[in-house]
């Protein structure tokens, strides 16, 4: 069992909601447009985490066989019980991207968010390419963190910024430690049997309730926002030293704030808040 992941780093919960938000239904087809998913492929999917990706392309192309694999049991655990819950029939695994289960030549894509920086890149890339087919995909997506748009409107944002910055962690290590230039991956897998290798970048607006003409879509929106801070002020009141002096205050901020949100969209105030996120994406085809 190896629950390293969820307990010091990003709780599943804490995924799960930040992933509900950044791969909604609003931009799915974007994500499926980057990673080029069509119906009948064998896709694997790396560093999985709580699994929201591979159940999304496996409800929207079901005739596709998606792997997840990651080493967090308590990430694993959940993903197959979101499977299970609609009926998804993902095939989730624990395993290390360092020893890959499953046969040479057994995947046509092969993609990863957000985890090619926690592991050294020939690491990263070496089973990765046994088991893809020839002319198989690899798709190495991961955030750029400076380009992150907060959103301008936040009702008692200064106050929750300030609570944060008293929380005063036990132990903090966010293992970006592997991250490398962008251009140095691709060297690397020109150099390492990869062709057709290529670079993209996306920015993706994954909230913006006001530009919702469908009321509800704009409401949920705001629900998995909320949610989504919520899980990140839990996760971090866990980790926090003064936890017991910040919990209440925090969330019930978090609460006002979400609930002065949904009025604003009941009364028809518009605010036009927004966050969004830029993508790099890397691909290559295996030789
Ligand atoms: C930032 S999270 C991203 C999770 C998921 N890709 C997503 O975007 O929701 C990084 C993930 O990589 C997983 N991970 C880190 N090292 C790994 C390894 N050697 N083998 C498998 N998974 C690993 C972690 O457990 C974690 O779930």
């Given at each position: ?7 010091k780093i990003q709780s599943t919960e ?146 929750i910024l300030s609570l944060y910055s ?94 002065k949100r949904l009025n604003l969209l ?22």
């Amino acid at each position: 069992m190896n629950n390293i992941w969820s307990k010091k780093i990003q709780s599943t919960e804490l995924l799960h909601y930040s992933r509900m938000e950044r791969f909604n239904d609003n931009n799915k087809k974007i994500w499926f447009e980057i990673l080029e998913v069509k119906p009948n492929l064998t896709i694997l999917e790396v560093g999985c985490g709580s699994g929201h990706f591979c159940n999304m392309i496996k409800s929207n192309f079901p005739n596709c066989n998606i792997f997840g694999i990651d080493l967090d049991t308590n990430h694993i655990n959940f993903a197959k019980k979101e499977s299970k819950k609609f009926n998804l029939n993902v095939n989730f695994q624990e395993a290390d991207i360092s020893s890959l289960p499953f046969a040479d030549n057994t995947f046509d894509l092969i993609f990863s968010h957000t985890v090619v920086e926690h592991i050294p890149f020939d690491v990263f890339i070496k089973e990765q390419k046994r088991v893809l087919k020839k002319d198989g995909k690899l798709i190495i997506t991961l955030v750029n963190a400076s380009s992150k748009n907060d959103c301008p409107f936040e009702p008692f944002q200064n106050e929750i910024l300030s609570l944060y910055s008293k929380m005063q962690f036990n132990q903090y290590s966010k293992p970006m430690k592997f991250l490398q230039p962008t251009d140095k991956m691709m060297q690397q897998l020109s150099m390492n049997g990869f062709h057709n290798i290529d670079l993209q970048f996306k920015k993706i607006i994954y909230y913006m309730p006001d530009v919702q003409e469908n009321k509800q879509i704009a409401k949920q929106q705001i629900e998995i926002h909320y949610k989504s801070k919520l899980s990140d002020a839990l996760f971090n009141l866990s980790r926090s030293k003064n936890a017991k002096t910040l919990k209440a205050p925090l969330i019930s901020l978090l609460e006002q704030q979400y609930e002065k949100r949904l009025n604003l969209l009941k009364e028809n105030k518009k605010i036009f808040d927004f966050e969004t996120t830029q993508i790099a994406i890397i691909s290559a085809i295996k030789k």
